[in-house]
């Protein structure tokens, strides 16, 4: 049943803007014709010397990197590997609190001696701003001996940190910097994106090229500069990647060099697009596509433009424009929180794309009636630590409803969703600040996720 829905979601009319960035062009046949794995003449994902070895360095030549890793389990594998890779067990590590769940696995599983660096939030927007400079430093200067800061840039909504001073500061400090870099993957391609990671001296940074570029889901790059990290970097894949890769994913990753090889023109219409949608979206009373806002905040150091924030400033909630768009314009976005909504572009997007969702949102703006200030959840605190986390799940659990939890320690992940950051961890004190920010959350749409306990009832050490 479900090759024959996704055959009828292919087929239909409904414009995407949401991954992956190939915008679903092609067949909706399944290309058992290509799918092998490691056969003879077909080279090894794990110890590559012939067409995988190639098209890794060709992968390498177009980002910038001197190595260049394909990962078919996606972004996740990516960072597994390289946090595993970059620490020894027990670790300190700096961790920017809005990282992806793979992160927190990551240092869970490397039983990594963690501290949080909370990022603030762009006011009256509610998205995390960039990670400064400054606070990665007083981290550091606070925390001696830590190995390891692991930062996302961009984020989901496209905010970008100063990767270049960061990591001049990690490295002060003796400290390497991995990067998340899993939604920048188009960066290298337009002078108009902000720089990539690895450019600005990250020891490492992790791409999906399923996220922004025309590469299938799963598909990724791990990059470094580095010739002793790359070999640690191999070792850990081994560990954590398939051992059976899906070469129509390698194909994918193939294609999408030749396409970036040849691609300058595509990038220049794209960015063309975006600057045209924007300066239109400046006409709109009620609905706003944020661009000039997010870039001016004096806490944010740069700005993916490919990503579109759009807020609705009280006159509707992100969810019911989000709907709209789906019943009455055949548009899906990526996803909707609160106020806003996000609708994700890549280099695949077409002319009638840009058009539909522009005509879309003038339409529903000029139905609309009211307009608030926005009102946004503050920073949320970090919790008080009692346990590392690998201690806090040894520890028995007893179920409680979240309600009831304050003061006791959470034995699991409780995370708002989207975009998933965690406002407890497993050993985290249930303090009454975080929970009140939990309920403001829930009240904004958010949807409250935890490690397979049924919310509200949670995991507590007993
Ligand atoms: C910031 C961030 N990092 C990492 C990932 C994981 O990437 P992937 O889906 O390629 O495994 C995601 C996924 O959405 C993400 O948003």
Do not use: W
């Amino acid at each position: 049943m479900l090759y024959e829905k996704l055959k009828v979601y292919a087929n239909s009319d409904v414009y995407p803007f949401h991954m992956p960035g190939h915008k679903r062009i092609g067949a909706t046949a399944l290309p058992y014709g290509i799918d092998i794995t490691e056969i003879d003449g077909f080279d090894n994902l794990h110890e590559p010397q012939g067409c995988l070895k190639e098209l890794q360095e060709k992968a390498a030549e177009l980002f910038g990197s001197r190595y260049a890793f394909a990962l078919v389990n996606g972004s996740t594998v990516g960072i597994l590997s390289a946090i595993r890779a970059m620490t020894k067990d027990g670790d300190r590590v700096l961790i920017a609190r809005n990282s992806h769940m793979a992160v927190y696995h990551a240092a869970e599983l490397c039983r990594l001696d963690v501290t949080y660096l909370m990022p603030e939030m762009i006011e009256g927007l509610g998205i995390f701003s960039s990670v400064s400079p400054e606070s990665v430093e007083q981290a550091l200067r606070a925390n001696p001996g830590i190995s390891l800061v692991v930062i996302t840039s961009p984020t989901y909504e496209g905010i970008v940190s100063d990767i270049k001073s960061i990591s001049a500061i990690c490295h002060r400090y003796g400290a390497k910097l991995f990067v998340d870099e899993a939604h920048g993957a188009h960066f290298p391609f337009s002078d108009s994106f902000p720089q990539s990671a690895i450019t600005c001296g990250a020891d490492a940074a992790v791409i999906s090229l399923h996220k922004t570029l025309p590469a299938m889901t799963q598909t990724a790059l791990l990059l470094t500069d580095s010739k002793a990290l790359s070999k640690e970097l191999k070792r850990q894949l081994s560990v954590f990647e398939t051992s059976s890769p899906s070469y129509v994913l390698l194909a994918s990753i193939d294609r999408c060099l030749r396409f970036l090889k040849h691609g300058n023109r595509a990038f220049e219409e794209y960015i063309s697009r975006l600057t045209q949608l924007y300066q239109a979206a400046n006409s709109l009373r009620h609905l706003s596509v944020l661009h000039d806002r997010i870039l001016s905040a004096s806490n944010v150091f740069d700005f993916d433009a490919g990503k579109l924030n759009i807020f609705c400033n009280g006159c509707m909630s992100g969810k019911t424009l989000m709907d709209i768009l789906r019943t009455d314009y055949r548009i899906e976005l990526e996803m909707a929180l609160g106020d806003r909504a996000l609708a994700m572009t890549s280099v695949c997007d077409s002319d009638e794309g840009f058009d539909r969702l522009l005509s879309a949102l003038k339409e529903i703006d000029g139905n609309c009636t009211s307009t608030d200030q926005m009102t946004a959840p503050p920073t949320c605190p970090l919790p008080q630590k009692r346990y590392a986390v690998h201690d806090a799940l040894e520890q028995d659990g007893v179920m409680l409803d979240i309600c009831q939890a304050e003061g006791k320690v959470s034995r699991e992940y409780v995370r708002a969703y989207p975009p998933g950051v965690p406002l407890f961890v497993p050993g985290e004190v249930i303090g009454r600040n975080v929970l009140s920010q939990l309920k403001a959350l829930e009240a904004a749409g958010n949807e409250i996720l935890t490690d397979g306990s049924a919310y509200p009832l949670i995991s507590i050490i007993g």
